[in-house]
T-cell receptor, first 109, second 116 residues
């Protein structure tokens, strides 16, 4: 059974810092790994999706990598801003996704 | 207008009542999903549907049922609500198929359900 873990559960950093969020999964037989952002009381917004044949995806200040052999993905946020404050979730899946419990990020101005 | 809409956005009900949560999408996607989110437990899959005639149970389907009325509509019902079904419920669609194989998931804004 797939299990997805995100560490740390919460993170507080000063504005401008580069940071890395971690996601690990137990079953490497996945098709995709997706990163989401969730603002308080809101739905999830897709940030990046990495297909199993890919190693990384980039969008603006965000870069996500995938290492299936080790069961890990990382989300790199460059030059963090207060507007990046949110909960970040990863989800690993084949035709359905298993979600981690998220990392709650606070970027201090 | 939002691509994935959910109604109602908030609902308070009593134990034993029947509740229906509705989801509509204008993205033209075949795949639709229902999740619930509980603090500390993340999102868990309740039901998913790959097309109108293909509906499948997720990891926590007990106490729930669904109806896929059309490609664009997927409803979740709680036949007899109980307090531990208090949660935030999300509908999602994905773009798998029709030449788009990324399976990116797109979420609605959520329905906050409280069962007293």
């Amino acid at each position: 059974k797939q299990e997805v873990t995100q560490i740390p559960a919460a993170l507080s950093v000063p504005e401008g810092e580069n940071l890395v969020l971690n996601c690990s999964f137990t079953d490497s037989a996945i098709y995709n790994l997706q990163w989401f952002r969730q603002d308080p009381g809101k739905g999830l917004t897709s940030l990046l999706l990495i297909q199993s044949s890919q190693r990384e995806q980039t969008s603006g200040r965000l870069n996500a990598s995938l290492d299936k052999s080790s069961g890990r993905s990382t989300l790199y946020i460059a030059a963090s801003q207060p507007g990046d404050s949110a909960t970040y979730l990863c989800a690993a899946g084949t035709y359905k996704y298993i979600f981690g419990t998220g990392t709650r990020l606070k970027v201090l101005a | 207008d939002a691509d994935v809409t959910q109604t109602p956005r908030n609902r308070i009900t009593k134990t034993g009542k029947r509740i229906m949560l509705e989801c509509s999408q204008t993205k033209g996607h075949d795949r639709m999903y229902w999740y619930r989110q509980d603090p500390g437990l993340g999102l868990r899959l309740i039901y998913y549907s790959f097309d109108v005639k293909d509906i499948n149970k997720g990891e926590i389907s007990d106490g729930y049922s669904v109806s896929r009325q059309a490609q664009a509509k997927f409803s979740l019902s709680l036949e007899s609500a109980i307090p531990n079904q208090t949660a935030l419920y999300f509908c999602a669609t994905s773009d798998y198929g029709g030449g788009a194989l990324t399976d990116t998931q797109y979420f609605g804004p959520g329905t906050r359900l409280t069962v007293l």
